[in-house]
């Protein structure tokens, strides 16, 4: 059960923000965001940012980063670092991710409320899902990727192939509802 809630937002909505802090960052026509470097380079942009590479012992064996919503700091294991430094997508998706909890909670406003109970979080409210999405939509952008195949995508973003077929899918279930709402307006 997730602990806590959020303003709802869209993978839309999400992806609107992704680009445009792409387009201020000037990685709008750029596949493989240095991900690693903006962690130096936000800081300059952002003065609440801030993060710090811990050692393994300082964060629970299944937590490979965190962010302090409250002070927008972001921890990172030091293996987790070295990794996303050596290229590996896994690791960087989770950088983008701490990245992305980072600006949709600590400087969006977005309201955290805990989740008491059983109520069940929607997807879209869920902070952890909107996290990975921002990931998602940040380091495999959308309108760059074309008619990339999953492993080009993994290859061009340096992403992992997991990551790159789940954005490739969403992409195509877009062009579809695309497709479908063309179709129905035409036949009316």
């Not at 380079?41 to 590479?53: K, N, R, W």
């Not at 050692?55 to 972001?74: R, Y």
């Amino acid at each position: 059960m997730t602990k806590y809630r959020v303003e709802p937002k869209s993978r839309n909505d999400i992806r609107i923000f992704a680009n445009m802090l792409r387009r201020h960052l000037r990685l709008d026509n750029v596949l493989y965001v240095p991900v690693v470097k903006l962690l130096d380079v936000l800081p300059e942009i952002f003065d609440t940012f801030s993060y710090e590479i811990v050692p393994e012992e300082e964060l629970p064996d299944s937590t490979h980063a965190d962010t302090d919503i409250i002070t927008g700091h972001i921890r990172i294991k030091e293996s987790v670092y070295e990794r996303a430094c050596d290229g590996e997508g896994r690791d960087r998706m989770t950088i983008a991710h701490e990245i992305g909890h980072y600006f949709l909670l600590c400087c969006c406003g977005f309201k955290l409320q805990r989740n008491y109970g059983d109520t069940k979080v929607k997807t879209y409210e869920d902070p952890e899902w909107q996290a990975k999405c921002f990931a998602g939509e940040f380091m495999i952008p959308r309108h760059l990727i074309g008619d990339m195949n999953p492993w080009e995508i993994a290859n061009a973003c340096g992403v992992s192939f997991d990551a790159a077929a789940y954005q490739y899918n969403q992409k195509e279930k877009g062009v579809m509802r695309m497709i479908a709402t063309r179709n129905r307006k035409a036949l009316h």
